[in-house]
């Protein structure tokens, strides 16, 4: 089964536009951590935010903010006022305790703005 | 420099052929992982390994082996590559334990079976 899953494929937006990227994991373990990365066409990793289970808060960087929900298992990205560099593939990763912090991905969310 | 490295940054090959990825890195870490990226299946891991000593098959293993040369050197071969491994290849390195572990990717590799 898919640890974490991202089901929108690909998205297209408008600059300027709000956009949400979603993200559901499953996990039987209390402490895990959830990632998103960013992967510009460039193709490089770029490592974008930690959340440890125990942690609900949201966070807001710049135009970026993440939505933590236990209760529904999800970690979803929100970018604001979207522009032009924001385009990339976002991923979203789990890590378990349990597996060895192994880190699993969902399978990315391709993010097209639109100038 | 960057502190994960991968070698060569392109690769194009025939099937059959042996090849091997290679990623050093700078940062001290014990474990290096090896993943792929195909379009629309996002990154699966092939091998990882937590110390010099230790080698584990990932999702992905089959058609594939490594080798961790030393804590900084952890190469992945191709026996004979087919033309359904072409794809794009990121080596890692993790930190467990402490405040802020993540994943450090190198800049990948993409290689094309033919």
């Known amino acids: 089964a898919q640890k974490v899953t991202q089901a929108q494929t690909e998205i297209s937006v408008v600059e300027k536009e709000d956009v949400t990227l979603d993200c559901v994991y499953e996990?039987?373990?209390?402490?895990?951590?959830l990632f998103w990365y960013k992967q510009p066409p460039s193709g490089e990793l770029v490592f974008l935010i930690r959340?440890?289970?125990?942690?609900?808060q949201n966070e807001i960087s710049g135009r970026y903010s993440w939505n933590f929900q236990k209760s529904t298992s999800s970690f979803n990205f929100t970018i604001t006022a979207s522009q032009v560099v924001d385009s990339a593939v976002y991923f979203c990763?789990?890590?378990?305790?349990?597996?060895?912090?192994?880190?699993?991905f969902g399978t990315g969310t391709s993010l097209t703005v639109i100038p | 420099d960057a502190d994960v490295t991968q070698t060569p940054r392109n690769r194009i090959t025939k099937t059959g052929k042996r090849i091997m990825l290679e990623c050093s890195q700078t940062?001290?870490?014990?474990?290096m992982y090896w993943y792929r990226q195909d379009p629309g299946l996002g990154l699966r891991l092939i091998y990882y390994?937590?110390?010099?000593?230790?080698?584990n098959k990932g999702e992905i293993s089959d058609g594939y082996s490594v080798s961790r040369q030393a804590q900084a050197k952890f190469s992945l071969s191709l026996e004979s590559a087919i033309p359904n491994q072409t794809a794009l290849y990121f080596c890692?390195?993790?930190?467990?334990?402490?405040?802020?572990?993540?994943?450090?990717f190198g800049s990948g590799t993409q290689l094309s079976v033919l």
């Open positions: 990763a789990l890590s378990e305790t349990n597996t060895g912090n192994q880190f699993y």
């Open positions: 890692a390195t993790s930190d467990p334990g402490t405040a802020n572990e993540k994943l450090f």
């Open positions: 996990t039987r373990d209390t402490t895990y951590y």
């Open positions: 390994s937590f110390d010099v000593k230790d080698i």
């Open positions: 940062k001290g870490h014990d474990r």
């Open positions: 959340r440890n289970s125990f942690d609900e």
